[in-house]
């Protein structure tokens, strides 16, 4: 079974409008490179179009999603595949700390620093307003960054790296976006899994 980090630090985002928690390491090596060896060859990666402005672009890295229910984003309908033993240990962990049941989870495999994820909100019509969305991440660290929706000049930027936990709650969703940018230092690739709630 895995192991969590015997001392967890809980983390406070300061974001106006938002419920931001991280637990750095949550899980350590050689944990860490037991789930991402294991993510890596037994997740079933793919390379995926979505639409953007109403054209079919391929996804700037590969993604895979796993749970109970169908989840749409981006113009695309995802069917989940069935979960493996991974990820049930994985979320049979992360659970407890966030007192959520999740349901699915999408996967995103970032190759190198080239693979990125662009600007965004979590605020499907499949998941509950409110939601939380727990965001985990196993390889090299890269950088996550948060901006307000209503004024793109205010930023506040993360190092997420092998290991730690990042939970979004509230109204996180409704008032800021995300994205990982492309990296030149970055050489390694890293695994993110964002487990979420789908009605």
Excluded: C
């Amino acid at each position: 079974m895995p192991k969590l980090n015997s001392n967890l630090i809980r983390q406070n985002l300061e974001l106006p409008n938002a419920e931001v928690i991280i637990y750095p390491r949550l899980f350590q090596k050689p944990e860490t490179q037991r789930f991402f060896h294991e993510l890596l060859n037994q997740i079933e990666w793919k390379q995926k179009p979505i639409k953007i402005f109403g054209k079919s672009v391929l996804q700037p890295r590969l993604t895979a999603y796993y749970g109970e229910r169908a989840y749409t984003y981006s113009g695309v309908t995802l069917h989940p595949l069935p979960w493996n033993l991974p990820l049930l240990q994985i979320k049979e962990k992360i659970e407890p700390l966030v007192n959520t049941q999740f349901n699915g989870v999408l996967l995103n495999l970032y190759r190198d620093g080239q693979d990125y994820m662009g600007w965004h909100s979590d605020d499907e019509k499949e998941l509950a307003p409110g939601a939380v969305i727990s965001s985990l991440s196993f390889g090299e660290t890269r950088r996550f960054v948060f901006r307000r929706r209503d004024n793109h000049q205010i930023k506040v930027e993360l190092n997420l790296g092998d290991g730690d936990f990042l939970i979004m709650g509230g109204e996180t969703q409704k008032f800021w976006q995300h994205y990982v940018p492309k990296s030149a230092k970055s050489t390694q690739p890293r695994i993110n899994l964002t487990f979420r709630v789908i009605l």
